[in-house]
Structures are given as structure tokens and as C-alpha cells.
């Protein structure tokens, strides 16, 4: 009889090893599979988002001039600038939002000038409808006017004021510039193209091409692009849901409402007491008026906007201001500020509208030591 080499409870033991490793080789196995199924799961390419590709309208005029869309290049240009603006989800809200509160008054401008409706879109062109918006080329405002240019169309701009910021006073300075333009070129593609790039540089390419078509001008593609963004923009914002842009007319954003005073000062008013005379805050009426650079309205005459209903309060204000206010004329005027007790360089600043740092290179004070009586300079 031929014994085993292991006891009884050894065969046990190397049964329950032996069992053990088959399991787990077994639970081995099936990770693998599974990571195998899941490499393979995620190196299977989804199916891409499917784009629609929008077209173009099968014919197009601006300013009720036609648009040549059987030249293919005209064609290119204007699909090119229609398929950035388009594609632009978040601008293109903006635009519609921002129309809301600004095309009312461009509008009724444009009407009352007799001109076309759809120069309202090169506000959109130009800054996006953002008020305050400065170019790299120091163009600022609405309608982007430089600071030459401005004065020529009545807009003042020095240290103190810049009314190329004021809604209104640009609007109407605009639509001077475009009739201008229109009366010297009798067409309203070659006037948007002079808007751009200048009247002077436009007529001297004319002569030099001796063409009198915008559309067969060889022109800086910067101006190209401008009439033809123009253009996609009205094509978008005419019909924005067939573009995909729905828009509740509560989403708008509403128009600012003011009124808005002509004054005539003899010496600066300080926002912060006129504010504070009309029961209003500074915020509101420096951002009813960012047309004013510093913390003051500067002498001279001016349009002021207050809140709805403030207006038959200014004249009083400013009375109750000049009546009340000695203190004020002795202690400021356009280049001098008497330091007063209790004032600090701070409140000299906001007061005056001159920075803490403007204040210190002026007057060479290195810290913040001033005294009451002191007099100092409020410009160079």
C-alpha cells in the first residue's frame, strides 16, 4: 500500500491554497477584460456636433443701396464678416440687449435727419454699443470719434471734459459728420468707407483708381471689412431668430431715463455736493455724466443729466450751492485749493478732482503732512 508523502490535513491546506489561486487569477482575468473593454470604449470616436451652416440672404442692400453678391469676391467678404458676427453667441446677445436702450434714440435722430435707418448699425460696428469703449487709436465713444475730428462736429475734449463720451451730444455729432460726408459723395457705401478711413484718403484713391464704386475700389482691407460688418451685422440683427438668437423684449435692456438741464457756471461745482444738494448719490450722476473727466462740473455751460424728475431741482441746487457756499469760492478755483481744517489730501482729492499723487508732485509733499491755510496747486 503505498502512502502519501503529506498528511490528510496538509492535502487540505494545498487544496485551499491551490482554490485560492484560481481566484484570484480568475478576478485577475476579469480586471484585464474589463480595462481592455473600457480603453477600447474610450479610443471609439464620437460623432462630432452637427453645425448648421447659416446662409446668407439671396439679396441684400444697404442704406437701400444694393449690394453686388454676384461678384464672388463681394460674395466672400461679406460671408467672411457675416460667419465671424454669427458665430459670436455671447456678442450677439449683447448687441440685441444693449440695441434695447440705445437704437430708440438713434432712431428717432436718424428719422428726424431724414436719413436711413440702417446707419443705426454702424454704432454696432464701431464700439458694440459700449459708451465708454476706447480704441488703441484714442477713438473713444459710441461712434468712436478721434479727438480732432470731435472738435470739427462741436464735441469739446480737454483735461476737464470729453464729450465725445456723452451719448447724445455724439449721436448728433455723427449724424452731422455722415450728412456731411453724404453731401460731398452722394452715396452712402462710399460715406460709411470715408467714416473709416478718412474723406481725404477716400478721394484720393478714387482719383487714383478712377472708380467711383465702392465695390470696385481697391481699398485698405480694414475699410473693406467695415462696410461688409456693417452689413452682416444688419442682416443678423434684423431676423435674429432665424439665426438662432431668441430674445424676450423683458431681456432688453430698457433706455436710461433723465433729464437732462442746461446750466451756466461761474466756477467748478463739485458732483459730491451737488449730489448731495439734490438728495442723490455721486455714482448717479457721474455716471449720467462721463462726459465730466474729474470729480466736477468745470465752469462754463454745460447739459447736466439728473434722475427722472431732478431737473426743476438743479437750478436750485446750484442756487442754494452759490448762496451757501463762500467757503467753496474762497477755498478753490481752477488752479488753486486752500486747504481748509479737518481736510485731509483725500478729501481734497475727491473734492477737487485731482489725484492724491497729482496733489503730492504739484505741491512736493512727500507724505501726507498739510496744514489749514496752506495753498495748493491743483494743475502743473
Known amino acids: 500500500m503505498i502512502r502519501?508523502?503529506?498528511?490528510?490535513?496538509?492535502?487540505?491546506?494545498?487544496?485551499?491554497?491551490?482554490?485560492?489561486?484560481?481566484a484570484l487569477l480568475l478576478a485577475l482575468n476579469l480586471v484585464v477584460m474589463s480595462l481592455r473593454s473600457s480603453i477600447s470604449t474610450a479610443e471609439e470616436p464620437t460623432a462630432p456636433e452637427v453645425l448648421p451652416d447659416f446662409h446668407l440672404p439671396g439679396s441684400i442692400s444697404l442704406c437701400d443701396e444694393s449690394i453686388p453678391l454676384e461678384n464672388r469676391r463681394i460674395l466672400e467678404m461679406l460671408d467672411r464678416e457675416f460667419t465671424i458676427a454669427v458665430w459670436d453667441r455671447a456678442q450677439v446677445f449683447l448687441w440685441l440687449k444693449r440695441a434695447g436702450r440705445y437704437f430708440p434714440y438713434i432712431e428717432e435722430k436718424l428719422a428726424e435727419a431724414g436719413m436711413p435707418d440702417d446707419l443705426k448699425y454702424m454704432a454696432v460696428?464701431?464700439?458694440?454699443?459700449?459708451?465708454?469703449?476706447?480704441?488703441?487709436?484714442?477713438?473713444?465713444?459710441?461712434?468712436?470719434?478721434?479727438?480732432?475730428?470731435?472738435?470739427?462736429?462741436?464735441?469739446?475734449?480737454?483735461?476737464?471734459?470729453d464729450e465725445r463720451l456723452d451719448f447724445e451730444q455724439s449721436?448728433?455729432?455723427?449724424?452731422?459728420?455722415?450728412?456731411?460726408?453724404?453731401?460731398?459723395?452722394?452715396?452712402?457705401?462710399?460715406?460709411?468707407?470715408?467714416?473709416?478711413?478718412?474723406?481725404?484718403?477716400?478721394?484720393?484713391?478714387?482719383?487714383?483708381?478712377?472708380?467711383?464704386?465702392?465695390?470696385?475700389?481697391?481699398?485698405p482691407?480694414?475699410?473693406?471689412?467695415?462696410?461688409?460688418?456693417?452689413?452682416?451685422?444688419?442682416?443678423?440683427?434684423?431676423?435674429p431668430r432665424r439665426y438662432g438668437f431668441s430674445l424676450p423684449p423683458e431681456r432688453l435692456y430698457p433706455p436710461n431715463w433723465y433729464d437732462s438741464v442746461p446750466i451756466k457756471t461761474s466756477s467748478r461745482v463739485?458732483?459730491?455736493?451737488?449730489?448731495?444738494?439734490?438728495?442723490?448719490?455721486?455714482?448717479?450722476?457721474?455716471?449720467?455724466?462721463p462726459q465730466f473727466r474729474r470729480n466736477y462740473v468745470p465752469k462754463g455751460k454745460h447739459q447736466i443729466k439728473v434722475p427722472p424728475g431732478f431737473g426743476p431741482k438743479v437750478v436750485v441746487a446750484l442756487d442754494e450751492l452759490g448762496k451757501g457756499g463762500p467757503r467753496a469760492k474762497k477755498v478753490m478755483s481752477e488752479s488753486h485749493y486752500v486747504v481748509q481744517k479737518g481736510d485731509?489730501?483725500?478729501?481734497?482729492?475727491?473734492?477737487?478732482?485731482?489725484?492724491?499723487?497729482?496733489?503730492?508732485?504739484?505741491?512736493?509733499?512727500?507724505?501726507?503732512?498739510?496744514?489749514?491755510?496752506?495753498?495748493?496747486?491743483?494743475?502743473?
Request: hydrophobic share 45%; charged share 30%.
Open 4 to 22: 502519501s508523502h503529506f498528511p490528510s490535513f496538509g492535502r487540505v491546506r494545498l487544496q485551499v491554497i491551490l482554490l485560492g489561486v484560481v
Open 125 to 161: 460696428a464701431e464700439s458694440a454699443l459700449i459708451t465708454d469703449i476706447k480704441s488703441r487709436k484714442r477713438a473713444v465713444g459710441l461712434w468712436q470719434f478721434m479727438s480732432h475730428t470731435g472738435r470739427r462736429f462741436g464735441l469739446r475734449k480737454n483735461r476737464m471734459i
Open 171 to 219: 449721436t448728433e455729432a455723427a449724424i452731422n459728420y455722415l450728412r456731411r460726408l453724404h453731401d460731398e459723395f452722394d452715396n452712402w457705401t462710399l460715406t460709411l468707407a470715408a467714416y473709416n478711413c478718412g474723406d481725404a484718403f477716400l478721394k484720393r484713391e478714387m482719383r487714383k483708381q478712377k472708380v467711383k464704386d465702392f465695390y470696385r475700389l481697391d481699398l
Open 221 to 239: 482691407l480694414e475699410t473693406e471689412r467695415y462696410v461688409f460688418r456693417i452689413t452682416a451685422i444688419k442682416i443678423i440683427m434684423e431676423n
Open 270 to 289: 463739485n458732483l459730491t455736493d451737488l449730489a448731495l444738494a439734490l438728495d442723490t448719490d455721486f455714482k448717479v450722476l457721474k455716471e449720467l455724466n
Open 344 to 380: 485731509t489730501l483725500g478729501l481734497i482729492a475727491r473734492r477737487t478732482g485731482v489725484s492724491i499723487a497729482s496733489l503730492r508732485r504739484y505741491n512736493d509733499i512727500r507724505g501726507s503732512t498739510i496744514w489749514a491755510g496752506q495753498k495748493l496747486r491743483l494743475t502743473p
